[in-house]
Each structure stands twice: as structure tokens, then as C-alpha cells.
């Protein structure tokens, strides 16, 4: 299936779209080969929810059709737009500083912030005036310093329904998903601002997505189906869609460290991945209106 005009990426890295490279859909996760996962002692075989779509691994780089839809003009809407750059030196510095790269575990991050005071609040100090140059006078907040293990088809799991005490085998991965950070409308969804999203981590690790707003996801499924009568909502629109048009291509961003984020992840079908690297996976995550001006 061929890409259509709607979200579009801008890079601002030196890589460019050397950065980005592009699939021929997806694969319920019961069709796709599982990557184990082998890490400090953990060996283990990632479980996913019953929904969960995994995408394929033929991935090749853009032709140039698929680079001229992806490439931002005009003007960035912030429901409509993904960027990729570089967070500035001086903060890059600091976090370096951390030595982030010895951690093992999430317990290891937090120690690492915990125990350089000082040196944790010259970087909220610094991640601070970074943020308020990308978030266009409105308010943002902490979402989460998170960490994932490496070798991971997809990175997102929630977590809130997991027992006290859970080990990371126990996890149920989601598979290509939108989030919900508010039940609205799919209308509505490209009102609610987007995600930044920091590479802490020693290694790239990759953002994949769909560059369909979910507007444009329901329009395609009013093709195929009576949407009114299955009562399409933000929370089974995912469900649908890849039933219906699991050809549709997913796109692979390569964020290498202290790289960031900038996506509407309320307005599009998205997650992580960790395939390939070794290291624990550290991302440091902010709600906002964030622009992709420089």
C-alpha cells in the first residue's frame, strides 16, 4: 500500500532522512518470528496483548515519493508534525557527566540523579530553558524518566494494570498503538499537544510511526466498514485499522543518543523499539506544545 499526504517529519539532525527508513505495514504479533530478549541474567520471550500488531522488518530507505510526502512545507502544525534533533551541548555536556552509560537497571538511573544533587539540578535548569524554547509560550510537564530493556520489538506496556511486584517478563507489550491521554473525539486529537521525548540511553534506539493522523485512520476505515455501528473510538480505532489495512507502511526514525522527539502520539499510531541494541534503553519524557522551530 502506497503512503498518503498527512503527518509530515522534520529533521533537524545532521543525519537528515539518511535517519528514517520505511516497512510495508504490520503483522499480528502471533505471525511475526519473536526476538528473545537476553539481558543481565534475563532470558526471556516478550509477551504481547492480544491486539498488539508488531511491524514487518523489511525495512528499506525512502524512495522519492515517500521522502516528498514526508517532508515538512509551510508551516508545522503541532498535531500534524514529528521532528527529530539535537538537544544543545551545553545540556548534552551535563547529562554526559552522569555517566548514564554504566547503568544496568532503572534503580541505576535513579541512583545516578539521586546521588549527584548538584549536578541534577544544573540539568533541570538547563532541560528547562530547552523546553521553554520549543513550547511556544505554553505550559508543559514531566511525564516520565523511564527506562526499557534492550532487544525490544516495541517498548510500550501499561504498566497500571500489572500486579504489585511484577518482573519485567511478566509485561504484556501493545504492539503499533495511539495513545490516550484524553478520551475525546478523534476530531479532537490534534488539539492535545504532543510528546518530547530525550535519548539518555548509550545507544540509538528508534520511533516508529504511522503518518496517518487519526482522523485520516478513520476516514480510511469509513471505506470498509459502518464506523457509527462498531462505534469507533480512540480506544479500538487501532484495533480496526490494522485489521483492515495492515499494508499500510510504517515509518522507522533512528534517535541516536541525546537526540530528541518532538510527536503527536495522542494523534497517531506509534511506539519504541530497542531491537538491536545491547544497553539499557533510558528516555526522559515531557507533555507540551512543543514546535520544531530551531
Not at 197 to 220: C, D, H, W, Y
Request: glycine share 6%.
Amino acid at each position: 500500500m502506497k503512503m498518503i499526504k498527512g503527518i509530515r517529519l522534520h529533521n533537524q539532525t545532521a543525519d537528515g532522512y539518511n535517519a528514517v527508513s520505511i516497512n510495508t505495514g504490520v503483522l499480528h504479533h502471533a505471525g511475526q518470528e519473536k526476538q528473545a530478549v537476553n539481558y543481565e541474567g534475563l532470558s526471556f520471550v516478550p509477551d504481547f496483548e492480544e491486539g498488539a500488531f508488531l511491524p514487518k522488518r523489511n525495512w528499506r530507505p525512502l524512495d522519492s515519493t515517500e521522502l516528498n510526502i514526508l517532508k515538512p512545507v509551510g508551516k508545522h502544525t503541532i498535531g500534524k508534525t514529528i521532528c527529530l534533533g539535537d538537544i544543545p551541548d551545553d545540556l548534552r555536556s551535563l547529562f554526559e557527566q552522569l555517566h548514564l552509560d554504566q547503568c544496568r537497571s532503572r534503580e541505576d538511573v535513579f541512583a545516578k540523579f539521586r546521588d549527584n544533587p548538584e549536578l541534577t539540578t544544573a540539568i533541570n535548569t538547563l532541560t528547562d530553558q530547552f523546553l521553554q524554547s520549543k513550547s511556544n509560550g505554553y505550559p508543559y510537564k514531566f511525564h516520565y524518566l523511564g527506562t526499557n530493556l534492550p532487544d525490544l520489538e516495541v517498548t510500550a506496556c501499561d504498566t497500571t494494570v500489572m500486579p504489585t511486584g511484577y518482573k519485567e517478563q511478566d509485561k504484556k507489550y501493545m504492539g503499533i498503538h495511539n495513545d490516550g491521554t484524553e478520551y475525546v473525539s478523534p476530531y479532537q486529537l490534534h488539539k492535545l499537544g504532543n510528546r518530547l521525548t530525550i535519548n539518555l540511553g548509550a545507544e540509538p534506539r528508534s520511533f516508529l510511526f504511522l503518518n496517518l493522523t487519526m482522523v485520516q485512520a478513520l476516514n480510511k476505515l469509513k471505506q470498509v466498514m459502518d464506523v457509527d455501528k462498531h462505534k469507533i473510538d480512540i480506544i479500538n480505532i487501532s484495533e480496526y485499522f490494522f485489521k483492515y489495512f495492515p499494508d499500510y507502511p510504517v515509518v522507522k526514525i533512528t534517535q541516536h543518543p541525546y537526540q530528541y522527539y518532538i510527536a503527536p502520539t495522542d494523534n497517531c499510531f506509534h511506539d519504541g523499539s530497542t531491537l538491536g541494541m545491547k544497553s539499557l534503553d533510558i528516555i526522559l519524557v515531557y507533555f507540551g506544545m512543543f514546535s520544531c522551530r530551531m
